[in-house]
Antibody, heavy 114, light 107 residues
Framework: DVQLVESGGGLVQPGGSLRLSCAASGFTFSTYSMNWVRQAPGKGLEWVSYITTISGTIYYADSVKGRFTISRDNAKNSLFLQMNSLRAEDTAVYYC???????WGQGTMVTVSS | DIQMTQSPSSLSASVGDRVTITCRAS??????LNWYQQKPGKAPKLLIYAASTLQSGVPSRFSGSGSGTDSTLTIRSLQPEDLATYYCQQSYSTPYTFGPGTKLEIK
């Protein structure tokens, strides 16, 4: 099956760090750019970050710039989001999505709370 | 950044009704406009891309139109399974902003 599966979410204290992973299967991961999108509880969707196929171009939302780092390992069909200096407002379900947003994972919940 | 607005924010309609949701961008985005359906507790699902192209596997009762700053999502004959929140998104430039959503309820 063509799918994306996120992992790595959990409860973390303000100021802490977390690394999310997104495992791709059923398609040639290395030929697609990728995105992270998040959704705070009861709220709308917020695009977070984008990375091209060989990581040549990377973009971030202003809300996470300087704190989050997107990366990928094409040999392992995996996408990552390293989240540092986490804040309460980063609490959300984090989705990975294929470049044109035509394929989404099921999401992983990140809760930032003391 | 390009701001996206949607109207209405919520609506209630009956099975068989024709439903229209409007999306407006703060500047021209040509046809770089996507529509998504999100059911409770689920990930968003791409319905329409490039403003009017139906994503594979999406029922033909869904259609999109528009260009520039204004776009529309139409559901031709509402079905019970269309209960969801609908979002537009511009893919013209980063940040790829989403509209605030339209919550669709079935009467």
């Amino acid at each position: 099956d063509v799918q994306l599966v996120e992992s790595g979410g959990g409860l973390v204290q303000p100021g802490g760090s977390l690394r999310l992973s997104c495992a791709a299967s059923g398609f040639t991961f290395s030929t697609y750019s990728m995105n992270w999108v998040r959704q705070a509880p009861g709220k709308g969707l917020e695009w977070v970050s984008y990375i091209t196929t060989i990581s040549g171009t990377i973009y971030y939302a202003d809300s996470v710039k300087g704190r989050f780092t997107i990366s990928r390992d094409n040999a392992k069909n995996s996408l990552f989001l390293q989240m540092n200096s986490l804040r309460a407002e980063d609490t959300a379900v984090y989705y990975c999505a294929r470049g044109s947003f035509d394929l989404w994972g099921q999401g992983t919940m990140v809760t930032v709370s003391s | 950044d390009i701001q996206m607005t949607q109207s209405p924010s919520s609506l209630s309609a009956s099975v068989g009704d024709r439903v229209t949701i409007t999306c407006r961008a703060s500047q021209s985005i040509s046809t770089y406009l996507n529509w998504y359906q999100q059911k409770p507790g689920k990930a968003p699902k791409l319905l329409i891309y490039a403003a009017s192209t139906l994503q594979s596997g999406v029922p033909s009762r869904f259609s999109g139109s528009g260009s520039g700053t204004d776009s529309t999502l139409t559901i031709r004959s509402l079905q019970p399974e269309d209960l969801a929140t609908y979002y537009c998104q511009q893919s013209y430039s980063t940040p790829y902003t989403f509209g605030p959503g339209t919550k669709l309820e079935i009467k």
